[in-house]
């Protein structure tokens, strides 16, 4: 990625991972960008790194604006390490520099990670840091998404640099969001916080609602397009993906050996839209879990169907659902059911429905079991069973 300018010494720096299309079990289909910033002040500031295997790409990119030996200060806003992995390669050039991160818990985290070796500097919630002309300021996000987690302001300049929050997954060589398509911009935005803060609620709530209060020309985060032309909108989703409100939408997940749970699922599908409900069928052979969780954020109900397989469900609804149990933040209120077809012990179904009432959801359907092949006839009830509840 070439190095823009973002405002008058203040650089996008970081860099575009193209080909990756999983990140930690997350399917990435349009790539990932590892995104830092470098502030020109009289202290020479890094705002997060990037992944290890960038780190010499990185450092080429910083070499074009100041030698990387000059850094004096390296923000680290999380420890993770697509953001923090390039950081002994910066350090070993920059010997000088200090590295910023939250106290206590980035450097708890970065010392874990890198060890002790290094000058930190741990900054509390609301600290400032002045670098000549500029100041930054930290809001410390913990737990959006790990403890540790930060947003670095800098008052000057309305830039926030967000780290992970209004972050996409999406491998573009352009920087801004009124460069791209702003659908896809905002599609992957949707479904980063399904995957990565949907569980943290509450927390995305306060982040939002500290944006909310800074006076913003730019939103940088650590991952796709800055956002300087649509603030207005990335706000206004981030506000619906955090609202505990849901839609009439609903999904219905299943995986099926000889498609008998398959044509149930089908039908059921027929029986919200005879009621006005949309609703989307999603196969777990052929559907990332990632994705299924972007379909979910939003949607009230969800129904859920397995065969039996061996006295128990099949291992693809397994995965989904303890994915699902991952990501549920407290209070989720949705309405949900399971359905299945079996053999002899059908034990599925029931093992399903006990999740999705331990997750909290209102049951509104018994569970729907049919033995081996569903007949037409019960095909026609299941839909008229979902057109009623
Ligand atoms: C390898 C295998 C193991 C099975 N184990 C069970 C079982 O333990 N209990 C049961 O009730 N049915 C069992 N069945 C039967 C299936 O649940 C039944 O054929 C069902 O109709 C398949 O639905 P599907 O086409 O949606 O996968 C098994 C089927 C297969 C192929």
Redesign the pocket.
């Given at each position: 990625m070439k190095v823009v300018e973002l405002k008058k010494g203040i650089y996008s720096v970081g860099s575009v991972d193209w080909n990756a299309r999983s990140f930690h079990g997350y399917s990435t289909n349009r790539g990932i960008t590892y995104n830092a910033y470098l502030i020109i002040d009289e202290k020479i500031t890094l705002i997060d790194a990037v992944k290890a295997g960038f780190a010499e790409d990185l450092l080429d990119r910083i070499a074009e604006i100041i030698d990387p030996a000059k850094i004096d200060y390296l923000v680290s806003n999380h420890v993770e390490m697509d953001h923090s992995g390039a950081i002994p390669a910066v350090m070993e050039v920059a010997k000088n520099a200090t590295i910023v991160t939250s106290a206590p818990s980035g450097l708890k985290g970065l010392k874990a990670h890198y060890g002790e070796g290094y000058n930190y500097l741990g900054v509390k919630p609301g600290e400032t840091l002045s670098l000549g002309k500029r100041t930054l300021s930290f809001v410390q996000t913990p737990m959006l998404h790990w403890p540790d987690n930060m947003i670095t302001y800098c008052p000057e300049e309305k830039i926030l640099f967000s780290n992970d929050a209004y972050g996409q997954h999406y491998a573009t060589s352009k920087c801004f969001d009124d460069e791209v398509d702003l659908s896809i911009a905002l599609e992957e935005a949707k479904k980063y916080y399904a995957n990565i803060l949907m569980l943290y609620r509450a927390q995305a709530q306060k982040a939002l609602e500290a944006t909310k209060g800074l006076d913003i020309d730019m939103i940088a985060p650590s991952h796709g397009v800055i956002w300087r032309s649509h603030i207005k909108e990335i706000l206004k989703a981030y506000e619906e993906y955090t609202s505990e409100e849901t839609n009439e939408e609903a999904v219905v997940i299943y995986?099926?050996?000889?498609?008998?749970?398959?044509s149930?699922a089908l039908s059921i599908v027929e029986g919200f839209a005879k009621r006005g409900i949309t609703a989307q069928l999603c196969d777990l052979k052929v559907n990332h879990i990632s994705d299924v969780m972007t379909m979910l954020l939003k949607a009230k109900y969800i129904a859920v169907g397995?065969?039996?397989?061996?006295?128990?469900m099949?291992p693809s609804v397994a995965a989904f659902l303890t994915y699902l149990r991952g990501l549920t933040p407290k209070g989720d209120k949705r309405k949900a059911f399971a359905f299945?077809?079996?053999?002899?012990?059908?034990?599925?179904v029931g093992l399903i429905n006990d999740e999705l009432a331990n997750l909290g959801y209102e049951i509104i359907l018994e569970p729907i079991k049919?033995?081996?092949?569903p007949s037409k006839e019960q095909l026609r009830e299941i839909e008229a069973k979902v057109a009623q509840f």
């Open positions: 995986d099926s050996m000889w498609h008998s749970t398959e149930m397995s065969s039996t397989l061996n006295n128990n099949l299945g077809s079996y053999g002899w012990g059908g034990q599925s049919i033995n081996y092949v």
